[in-house]
């Protein structure tokens, strides 16, 4: 059935593609908006569930209908608050765990990462068993000063990726909105196809992101931002 008999379906697509054309232009702008809805909703839903079904199960009395709804209107009210506060500051704190732990394996896997291998993976067998758990929990790992070496700067490097990354919290945002955007567009570049060339659409078969179309648009996306941006006032409002 081709989309134009389907309102519905045009809507949707036409959606997606200005939400992700959207977030691909103006991801840096509309940073701060998207991080205060989503803690707006997650702070409500939070609320919500707690009001709805976590006081109802401790009270010592099962409250009535009414009283029921009250008391989650009331939680939610609250989330809703909590989360505006709470979610961003959790948020900037995650980014810069999320950058410690990545980095600090990171380094861990290119530096001790063959010596490990070799020691507690067995490339004759399959799936778990592959890797020797015994063997790694018996091991006196952190009593051998060349892996304490190796740890030692790993660690070094996860903090200052941790403390670039807490730093730098605006930027990895705006990054993580323009590779949304750009997954959302090039998810709509193979249906859009079908629709210019009059074919059926399926969206649940044809809404996969092709590679070239994700990485042209986080390119472009990443270079508008910098165009933008580069020449606004110094501090932690300029990218590049």
Same mark, same amino acid.
Request: glycine share 10%; hydrophobic share 60%; no cysteine.
């Given at each position: 059935?081709?989309?134009?008999?389907?309102?519905?379906?045009?809507?949707?697509?036409?959606?997606?593609?200005?939400?992700?054309?959207?977030?691909?232009?103006?991801?840096?702008?509309?940073?701060?908006?998207?991080?205060?809805?989503?803690?707006?909703?997650?702070?409500?839903?939070?609320?919500?569930?707690?009001?709805?079904?976590?006081?109802?199960?401790?009270?010592?009395?099962?409250?009535?209908?009414?009283?029921?709804?009250?008391?989650?209107?009331?939680?939610?009210?609250?989330?809703? %608050?909590?989360?505006?506060?709470?979610?961003?500051?959790?948020?900037?704190?995650?980014?810069?765990?999320?950058?410690?732990?990545?980095?600090?394996?990171?380094?861990?896997?290119?530096?001790?990462?063959?010596?490990?291998?070799?020691?507690?993976?067995?490339?004759? !067998?399959?799936?778990?068993?592959?890797?020797?758990?015994?063997?790694?929990?018996?091991?006196?790992?952190?009593?051998?000063?060349?892996?304490?070496?190796?740890?030692?700067?790993? %660690?070094?490097?996860?903090?200052?990726?941790?403390?670039?990354? #807490?730093?730098?919290?605006?930027? #990895?945002?705006?990054?993580?909105?323009?590779?949304?955007?750009?997954?959302?567009?090039?998810?709509?570049?193979? %249906?859009?196809?079908?629709?210019?060339?009059?074919?059926?659409? !399926?969206?649940?078969?044809?809404?996969?992101?092709?590679? !070239?179309?994700?990485?042209?648009?986080?390119?472009?996306?990443?270079?508008?931002?910098?165009?933008?941006?580069?020449?606004?006032?110094?501090?932690?409002?300029?990218?590049?």
């Amino acid at each position: 059935m081709s989309i134009t008999a389907d309102p519905i379906s045009l809507a949707v697509l036409a959606v997606n593609t200005l939400v992700g054309a959207a977030l691909v232009v103006a991801a840096y702008d509309l940073k701060d908006h998207v991080l205060g809805w989503i803690s707006w909703l997650g702070g409500a839903i939070v609320g919500g569930f707690v009001g709805w079904v976590v006081v109802p199960e401790i009270m010592a009395a099962p409250p009535a209908a009414g009283e029921r709804l009250i008391v989650a209107g009331a939680a939610v009210l609250i989330g809703t %608050v909590l989360g505006r506060v709470l979610i961003p500051l959790a948020a900037r704190f995650a980014v810069s765990i999320a950058a410690f732990v990545f980095a600090t394996l990171a380094v861990l896997v290119m530096t001790a990462g063959e010596s490990l291998l070799r020691q507690f993976y067995d490339p004759s !067998a399959s799936g778990l068993d592959a890797v020797e758990v015994d063997a790694a929990i018996q091991s006196s790992l952190l009593s051998q000063p060349e892996f304490q070496q190796f740890l030692l700067i790993a %660690v070094v490097v996860g903090a200052v990726a941790g403390l670039l990354a #807490m730093r730098y919290y605006d930027y #990895m945002i705006t990054l993580s909105l323009v590779a949304l955007g750009a997954g959302l567009l090039a998810m709509t570049v193979p %249906v859009w196809r079908a629709v210019v060339a009059g074919e059926p659409v !399926a969206f649940a078969e044809q809404a996969s992101p092709p590679n !070239a179309a994700f990485a042209a648009a986080f390119v472009v996306g990443i270079a508008v931002q910098y165009l933008r941006h580069s020449g606004s006032a110094s501090g932690d409002d300029v990218l590049g």
